[in-house]
Structure formats: C-alpha cells, structure tokens
C-alpha cells in the first residue's frame, strides 16, 4: 500500500527529520517486479536500512522500502557452505545467525549497521576483512526491465566502499539477495587489524573461536562507536583517502606523526579520523551536528540537527581538511 507524505526520521539512523511525497515497503521479488513495472515514469528512491544514508530534504517521487527476508543453505561441502541471504535481513542478524552455526568469515565484520541488500553497494568492510572476501554472488532486479540478474564478484568490480552499483550501474538496480562463501572448519581468523589481539589477550584467550573475535570487535566498536539508537550517526562518514607514496612522504616532511598503511599496490591509506582530528574538529560540535568526541570519523546527530546541517559541517571538514593536507575527504554514506 501506497503511503502519502510519510515521515522517514524513523527509516535513517541519523533520525534527521525527512518526509516521502509516498511510501511503499516491499516484501518479495513478485511484488518488487510488478510495482517497477507499474510505475514506469515515477521517480524512486529505494531504501534499505538507511545506515548509510544523508537525508538532507524531503524526497520527492516514491520511497521504495526494501523487506525481502530469508536465509537459506544453498550449497555445502565438509569445508564451506553458501548462504543465500535476502536483502532485507539485517546484517548483524545474519552475523549472528552465522557465529550460532559456526559458519566463519564475516566475524570481524559484527555490529555493522544496515541490511544485506546494501553490504555488496558499499563493499562493507571493517577490521581487516570485506565484503568481497565472502561474496559468492548476487541476484538483482533491472528496474528497466524488471528481469532478475546474477552477478559474481568479478561482475560486481569491488573496490575500496565502491562496487558496480555505486558507480556504472547506479540507480539501475534492485539487490534483492547476496550469496556468501563461509568456512565451516578451519576458519581463517583476521586478528591483525586495530586492537583484536589485544583485547583478546586481555580476556586470557589465545586459540579464539570465531565468536571470540566477534565479541573483541563489538567490544572495540561499542568503546569508540555511539549506537544510532541512542545518538544518530551513520558509522564513518568519510572513506580512508588513498593517496601516492610519493605525496605520504611529502605530508610526512610536515606531519611526521601521519600514520599511513601500505595498500599494496605502491598507495598508501591516510586514516580520516587522524586527518579529521589533527584539523580540530574531533568533538566538535555545532548547534545539535557535530563530530563524536571519540571518533572523528563520525559525525553525529545530537537531537534535533536537519540533515542539511550535518551535510555542512561535513563540507567544513572537507574543506579544512583539503586546506592543511591537501586532501579532499570523500564521503562514505550517500547524500540525498
């Protein structure tokens, strides 16, 4: 059922006040294909968890709410397994679900905010490990012509928070389910990456499980990361800027502190939140926007800031920030 004027502070987890001009959730494939193909000339927005999401006005056309839900074993072997997970499951649902079978791989990735349909959009990743890691495949629905399409990983050109569907294929697909390939013995545990190891050494634990690696993430997340529930964010706003050895080493004449990370292929990865805080803005705050006092990276919502708002703070960081370093940050999250 189609919704008039329908308030979505509830539907991004910055809760910025925003209203749909119409509103419509989605349940199945069947559904999704008939509405596309009954609304031909209506402008849509398709919405999934609205965990990586700037609303700064109200949008106009239809809202589409994407509800697919269902997980399902597809494939197994002694070795792995391939779950097919609708787009509509929650993402930390789907990591639990996966810790409670003992199915490893996306461990490092717990507590991530958001639904499945967006994980292979964004190209999650956290601690070490991405998406792409454990991507199989993807079917999604040509809005066009409504027809559903597979998609392997190699289709979908991951990159750095980027894939296919933000950049070639944007706005011209509907994920309506992703396939992950997870180990079901000898899981390969990702323990280098931030403060893992020490916080499982602080627990006494040396030979961790899967669930012992989810639990020290969502312990560090829990320590530096606001929960949207409570203080509206979108997690990092900003991308870590990958930039030429030749400009690090430059920065470093001035900045010998700039901690930099070798990307593997001659570029090295510049932490935002240090380029962030090092400009004066961790903390900061302006009216109800402003950057969380423990994580520069996240810009923050403490109560009644218009999406607007918090998208000019941003630009004040950008530009601040491109001023000292000479580096444009880029956003993470998508801007409406």
């Known amino acids: 059922m189609i919704q008039p004027n329908k308030s979505l502070q509830a539907y991004n987890t910055f ?25 031909t000339t209506e402008q849509i927005t398709v919405l999934g968890g609205g965990s990586n999401i700037l609303l700064t006005q109200n949008l106009s056309g239809i809202v589409l709410k994407i509800s697919l839900t269902g997980i399902e074993v597809v494939e197994e072997s002694p070795q792995e397994v391939i779950l097919e997970v609708q787009a ?16 490893g791989g996306i461990e490092n990735l717990a507590l991530i905010p958001g639904q499945m349909g967006t994980a292979p959009m964004q190209n999650i990743g956290a601690y070490g490990v991405e998406l792409k890691d454990v991507f199989d495949s993807c079917v999604a629905m040509n809005r066009e012509t409504q027809e559903f399409e597979y998609f392997d990983r190699e289709a979908c050109a991951f990159g750095y928070r980027e894939s296919v569907f933000k950049q070639k294929l944007k706005n011209k697909y509907v994920i309506c389910s992703v396939r992950l390939r997870l180990t079901k013995t000898n899981h390969r545990l990702t323990l280098d990456y931030g403060s893992i190891k020490d916080v499982l050494s602080q627990s006494g634990i040396d030979n ?16 530096k990361l606001p929960d949207p529930k409570i203080l509206g964010n979108s997690g990092s706003f900003f991308k870590n800027p990958i930039i030429t050895k030749k400009t690090a080493d430059q920065l470093k004449v001035n900045y010998p502190q700039l901690p930099t990370y070798d990307t593997g292929d001659g570029q090295q990865k510049i932490p935002a939140a240090w380029l962030i805080e090092t400009a004066g803005y961790k903390g900061f705050r302006q009216g109800d926007a402003g950057v969380h006092k423990h994580q520069a990276l996240v810009l923050v919502n403490y109560g009644q800031a218009t999406g607007a708002e918090i998208w000019r703070l941003a630009q004040s960081i950008q530009d601040k920030v491109e001023k000292e370093f000479g580096i444009r940050l880029m956003p993470e999250v998508n801007i409406y």
Do not use: M
Request: aromatic letters at 14%; proline letters at 2%.
């Open 208 to 223: 961790p499980s899967i669930r012992d690696v989810a639990a020290a993430v969502i312990s560090i997340r829990q320590s």
């Open 15 to 39: 809760g910025v006040a925003s209203t749909a001009e119409f509103f419509v959730e989605i349940f199945d494939r069947v559904e999704l294909a008939a509405f596309f193909k009954a609304h």
């Open 88 to 103: 509509g499951e929650s993402w930390n649902d789907v990591v639990s679900y996966c810790l409670d079978q003992d199915y």
